[in-house]
């Protein structure tokens, strides 16, 4: 096989694999075996492709190649499970579609398929991290291996939670639907959670060697943007897009020529991407209009939003409106009640009415016990301990955050800044 079959089949496969497991699952009603047949259609495309040639149309070509292999599949178990009954029933009911047929009906259905796979994946029934590992699989197309680099753990890791994520959903009896009246919103914030937490991963890595994972914040963007065209009616849809989209627009600016991270305030804003600045703002207009319209108040992810929104409208640090930021995390603390959050208030707060304080927040925190093993509360203090040029201290906090932290890019900074204290009796 060439290398550029190679290439095209991997990317075909990356951008279609969501779409074709979402069309099998709503033919199967069965997560795990519409990625199965999905799996035997790759099979199919890497065996006749290289030959043959790609197809005008790969993604009704992989349709076509599921639907034949679960045709073979009931013919060869002969199946006597209802649900394979149906299966078969439904797909040999009509054996004269064409392949254009079959990728107009796929495309008919996308919509309630691609919303029903995501709801699927990020079933409250899972854990955290198996919605992620799940997700991931099914809708970013990542590979086992590729999701367990990412996150720093073993492949056979990835691969058991996927397998008993599966396993889960046909236990519980999971159905493949977008749930109804009051089972909407906490199945929706699963959702939203899970494409966050991707993003967050991919932004600020907790551990290795990289300080950003890039292909973890195009997966997530991605994933929110599909989300926006399938939840049209959801603010905080388009909070969590416009948030995602406007963060995402830093990435160039966030890391040095080697690698090492560079602080917001420390950022050339002339590096920052405009187009999803754009973006951002654009989904954030959606979701406060939405608001506006049903008289709801803000949630976490407008609300995160508009704070992005404040940096990316500022042109330099010093022309950044501080004061409304400490007033919109003021508003997220009480919505959400996170001592992390408040740590971003103390922030805000330092900016905007001095250092001394931000520390008089981050001191009611100290004994916070969500955050005795987070990092970022003592480097946050070694910071404000710096600015008030008490130089010990900060050495001391910032020292602290750096063994703190898992990350080595992140190491390198605290320690940095350490040094640059001076000697430990340094005044």
């Known amino acids: 096989m060439s290398a550029d079959v190679q290439r095209t089949i991997e990317t075909v496969w990356r951008m279609e694999s969501a779409r074709l497991i979402a069309g099998l699952a709503r033919i199967t009603r069965d997560v795990g075996l519409a990625e199965e047949l999905a799996q035997d259609a790759l099979v199919t495309a890497l065996e006749q492709w290289p030959t043959s040639g790609v197809p005008d149309n790969p ?20 199946m006597t499970d209802r649900k394979h009954e149906q299966l078969g029933a439904e797909i040999n009911a009509r054996p004269d579609l064409t392949v254009e047929q079959i990728q107009a009906a796929v495309d ?48 056979t890791t990835i691969q058991q939670r996927i397998v008993r994520a599966k396993k889960t959903l046909a236990q519980e009896n999971v159905a493949y639907e977008v749930p109804r009246g009051e089972d909407l919103a906490p199945r929706l914030a699963s959702v939203l959670e899970v494409v966050y937490l991707v993003f967050n991963e991919g932004y600020s890595a907790t551990s290795g060697d990289d300080w950003t994972r890039p292909a973890l914040i195009e997966d997530a963007l991605r994933l929110a943007r599909i989300l926006e065209g ?24 966030r890391t040095g020529p080697s690698g090492d991270p560079i602080l917001l305030n420390d950022q050339d804003r002339g590096r920052w991407d405009p187009l999803l600045i754009r973006r951002g703002l654009a989904a954030l207009a959606m979701a406060t209009e939405l608001h506006a319209k049903t008289a709801t108040p803000m949630g976490p992810y407008v609300l995160q939003a508009e ?18 930021i400490a007033v ?6 009480e919505l959400t009640g996170s001592p992390i959050v408040e740590l971003n208030r103390a922030v805000a707060v330092a900016m905007a009415s001095g250092p001394e304080h931000g520390l008089a927040i981050t001191d009611t925190l100290v004994d916070e016990p969500a955050l005795a093993n987070y990092h970022l509360l003592p480097s946050v203090r070694g910071d404000l301990l710096l600015r008030m040029g008490r130089l010990a201290e900060a050495r001391a906090e910032l020292e602290r955050a750096a063994g703190m932290t898992k ?17 430990p009796n340094a005044q």
Not at 59 to 78: S, T
Not at 117 to 146: D, W, Y
Not at 328 to 333: E, N, R, T
Request: proline share 3%.
């Open 108 to 155: 008919d259905d996308v919509r309630d398929d691609m919303l029903k796979l995501i709801f699927t994946c990020c079933h409250p029934v899972l854990s955290r991290e198996a919605r992620v590992a799940l997700t991931l699989r099914m809708l970013g197309g990542l590979t086992p291996e590729e999701i367990a680099r990412a996150f720093l753990v073993t492949e």
């Open 59 to 78: 993604g009704a070509w992989l349709m076509h190649a599921g639907k034949n292999r679960a045709i073979d599949r009931v013919r060869r178990r002969k």
């Open 328 to 333: 919109l995390y003021s508003a997220l603390v």
């Open 230 to 253: 399938l939840s049209p009616d959801e603010p905080e849809v388009h909070g969590l897009a416009g948030l995602l989209e406007i963060q995402a627009s830093r990435m160039h600016a």
């Open 307 to 324: 704070i992005a929104a404040c940096h990316a409208r500022a042109a330099t640090v010093a022309d950044t409106d501080w004061a409304r």
């Open 407 to 423: 990350n080595a890019r992140e190491q390198e900074l605290l320690r940095a800044k350490a040094a640059s204290c001076g000697s």
